[in-house]
């Protein structure tokens, strides 16, 4: 008995749920107050930040160290600003500036807001290296396809967000970068010899380390020059031979979501966290999907299950509770920074500046002229994004530019109803008056580039922004390349296009 309860307290240490609602539900409450160490937070437990204040002080009231995790990469990634749009741009945009220092402070005062909401895990940067511009899921999330550039940038995040008290947590080992397959639906393969790898993908990792980042998170792929037999989050190859006995991680290793279908299709979800603790993850993500309770019960019954068969040894799973309880401990005593100085009068957030700097304009005309004549017709393609963004986080150019010059109108479209016709009717619309074309990763959505050219062969003097990674630069009389499909990125282009600036 007493070592039937053991394992059942073990295991639910290494549980990290979700559950519905903006305030903990009781199921969540009672098994905190039982020894649940931590939860995940997502966008449909947040409203404002004084109720993610409310929700989490809640949580403590339960169990005064627990562990509060959220995905809150900035940019594209949102989950704290995912109603309104995200006021800081996301890391590609950074990788872009490349200023190391902007790079921490922004972070820093990520860090800050996260401290003040009482969420104390972070699930980022993300530190792929994205060699491969087709890449359907990191993308913007990168810092960029450079492994130094990434491996700096990965510091000085991780140094910015750990100085507000927030433990942060590289992603998504060993590296999604190289891959053309989301792991939310099936499992990517990396391609990259053992050699490849060191030279690239782990590069960033080991910058990570050193930094001293608190948690790495694992990527479910299938890594073929390391284990061929199974995923990454699965492989104690990967997890124990690599990352902890090779790059000599001491922290926590973190599954990403465990209902992905890349570990859950082949495995169940208890399955694969049981696989997952005995390849050596230390807390299983999960709720993504699957945000009840008896879905936290079968992953903790799955884990006890297979150390009773034999399947998990029982000093791993102690291993990984001990960890966990560590970084518990380490969150719940961080010095933590105060709020933030209030701002003066026309000052620039850092989001904003930021933003501003991330922007790259060309001109290929010599008619070509900014600011905007008039209010112009805006027309905005709008490609199905992957699931580790909110469909409906506010993206564009069209609401901050109307704002600036009020009448201006806009025209979205996404790959079902951006026919010719539509795209006719753009052009009438846009008769008389200054078009300007927004895109979103153009170059890996066919329809998209039709649409444009569509336009283009009859307005050669559009203006295109490009808000996702800029494949091409020679469209349109002026083309705009944001590096981020943030809403403060949409606003820093309205203030180019506007002439406030």
Same mark, same amino acid.
């Given at each position: 008995?007493?070592?039937?309860?053991?394992?059942?307290?073990?295991?639910?240490?290494?549980?990290?749920?979700?559950?519905?609602?903006?305030?903990?539900?009781?199921?969540?409450?009672?098994?905190?107050?039982?020894?649940?160490?931590?939860?995940?937070?997502?966008?449909?437990?947040?409203?404002?930040?004084?109720?993610?204040?409310?929700?989490?002080?809640?949580?403590?009231?339960?169990?005064?160290?627990?562990?509060?995790?959220?995905?809150?990469?900035?940019?594209?990634?949102?989950?704290?600003?995912?109603?309104?749009?995200?006021?800081? =741009?996301?890391?590609?945009?950074?990788?872009?500036?490349?200023?190391?220092?902007?790079?921490?402070?922004?972070?820093?005062?990520?860090?800050?807001?996260?401290?003040?909401?009482?969420?104390?895990?972070?699930?980022?940067?993300?530190?792929?290296?994205?060699?491969?511009?087709?890449?359907?899921?990191?993308?913007?999330?990168?810092?960029?396809?450079? =492994?130094?550039?990434?491996?700096?940038?990965?510091?000085?995040?991780?140094?910015?967000?750990?100085?507000?008290?927030?433990?942060?947590?590289?992603?998504?080992?060993?590296?999604?970068?190289?891959?053309?397959?989301?792991?939310?639906?099936?499992?990517?393969?990396?391609?990259?010899?053992?050699?490849?790898?060191?030279?690239?993908?782990?590069?960033?990792?080991?910058?990570?380390?050193?930094?001293?980042?608190?948690?790495?998170?694992?990527?479910?792929?299938?890594?073929?020059?390391?284990?061929?037999?199974?995923?990454?989050?699965?492989?104690?190859?990967?997890?124990?031979?690599?990352?902890?006995?090779?790059?000599?991680?001491?922290?926590?290793?973190?599954?990403?979501?465990?209902?992905?279908?890349?570990?859950?299709?082949?495995?169940?979800?208890?399955?694969?966290?049981?696989?997952?603790?005995?390849?050596?993850?230390?807390?299983?993500?999960?709720?993504?999907?699957?945000?009840?309770?008896?879905?936290?019960?079968?992953?903790?019954?799955?884990?006890?299950?297979?150390?009773?068969?034999?399947?998990? =040894?029982?000093?791993?799973?102690?291993?990984?509770?001990?960890?966990?309880?560590?970084?518990?401990?380490?969150?719940?005593?961080?010095?933590?920074?105060?709020?933030?100085?209030?701002?003066?009068?026309?000052?620039?957030?850092?989001?904003?500046?930021?933003?501003?700097?991330?922007?790259?304009?060309?001109?290929?005309?010599?008619?070509?002229?900014?600011?905007?004549?008039?209010?112009?017709?805006?027309?905005?393609?709008? =490609?199905?994004?992957?699931?580790?963004?909110?469909?409906?986080?506010?993206?564009?150019?069209?609401?901050?530019?109307?704002?600036?010059?009020?009448?201006?109108?806009?025209?979205?479209?996404?790959?079902?109803?951006?026919?010719?016709?539509?795209?006719?009717?753009?052009?009438?619309?846009?008769?008389?008056?200054?078009?300007?074309?927004?895109?979103?990763?153009?170059?890996?959505?066919?329809?998209?580039?039709?649409?444009?050219?569509?336009?283009?062969?009859?307005?050669?003097?559009?203006?295109?922004?490009?808000?996702?990674?800029?494949?091409?630069?020679?469209?349109?009389?002026?083309?705009?390349?944001?590096?981020?499909?943030?809403?403060?990125?949409?606003?820093?282009?309205?203030?180019?296009?506007?002439?406030?600036?």
């Amino acid at each position: 008995m007493k070592r039937g309860q053991e394992l059942l307290r073990l295991a639910d240490t290494v549980v990290l749920p979700g559950f519905e609602g903006k305030s903990p539900p009781d199921w969540i409450r009672r098994r905190l107050s039982d020894g649940l160490t931590g939860v995940v937070l997502f966008s449909r437990n947040i409203a404002t930040p004084s109720q993610v204040a409310d929700l989490t002080a809640a949580l403590r009231a339960e169990n005064p160290q627990v562990l509060v995790g959220i995905d809150e990469e900035s940019g594209e990634v949102t989950r704290l600003e995912a109603a309104a749009g995200s006021t800081r =741009p996301g890391s590609f945009a950074l990788g872009v500036v490349d200023d190391v220092t902007l790079t921490e402070e922004l972070a820093a005062d990520l860090g800050r807001d996260l401290a003040l909401a009482g969420v104390n895990l972070n699930f980022a940067p993300s530190a792929d290296v994205n060699s491969n511009p087709d890449n359907p899921v990191i993308g913007l999330r990168s810092f960029g396809a450079d =492994p130094d550039l990434v491996s700096r940038h990965t510091a000085a995040w991780i140094r910015g967000l750990q100085s507000a008290g927030v433990a942060a947590c590289a992603k998504h080992f060993p590296g999604h970068g190289d891959t053309s397959v989301d792991s939310h639906h099936s499992v990517p393969l990396v391609p990259a010899s053992p050699e490849e790898l060191r030279e690239v993908a782990l590069r960033p990792f080991r910058a990570a380390i050193a930094e001293g980042v608190h948690t790495v998170m694992t990527g479910h792929l299938l890594v073929s020059a390391l284990d061929p037999g199974v995923p990454a989050t699965l492989s104690g190859k990967v997890l124990h031979d690599l990352l902890r006995a090779e790059l000599g991680f001491e922290g926590v290793i973190i599954t990403d979501g465990i209902e992905m279908t890349a570990v859950s299709g082949p495995y169940g979800i208890g399955g694969a966290s049981a696989l997952a603790i005995a390849g050596g993850a230390d807390a299983i993500c999960v709720g993504g999907q699957n945000a009840d309770e008896q879905t936290a019960i079968d992953v903790r019954d799955a884990i006890v299950d297979a150390v009773i068969e034999g399947r998990l =040894p029982e000093e791993r799973l102690a291993d990984a509770a001990r960890r966990v309880c560590e970084l518990a401990l380490w969150a719940a005593s961080a010095p933590r920074r105060g709020e933030a100085a209030p701002s003066r009068p026309g000052e620039v957030s850092i989001g904003l500046e930021a933003a501003r700097r991330a922007l790259r304009i060309t001109r290929r005309s010599a008619s070509a002229s900014l600011p905007l004549a008039a209010p112009p017709h805006v027309l905005e393609l709008a =490609p199905e994004m992957n699931l580790a963004i909110e469909k409906d986080t506010p993206w564009g150019v069209g609401e901050p530019l109307g704002k600036l010059l009020p009448g201006t109108t806009v025209t979205r479209l996404d790959a079902s109803n951006a026919t010719g016709s539509a795209i006719e009717g753009v052009l009438a619309a846009a008769t008389d008056r200054p078009l300007v074309a927004v895109v979103r990763d153009a170059h890996r959505h066919p329809w998209q580039m039709d649409a444009l050219q569509h336009l283009l062969a009859a307005r050669a003097d559009a203006v295109v922004v490009e808000m996702g990674l800029p494949g091409r630069s020679d469209l349109g009389a002026v083309h705009i390349a944001t590096h981020g499909s943030a809403k403060v990125c949409g606003q820093a282009a309205a203030e180019v296009l506007a002439g406030d600036v």
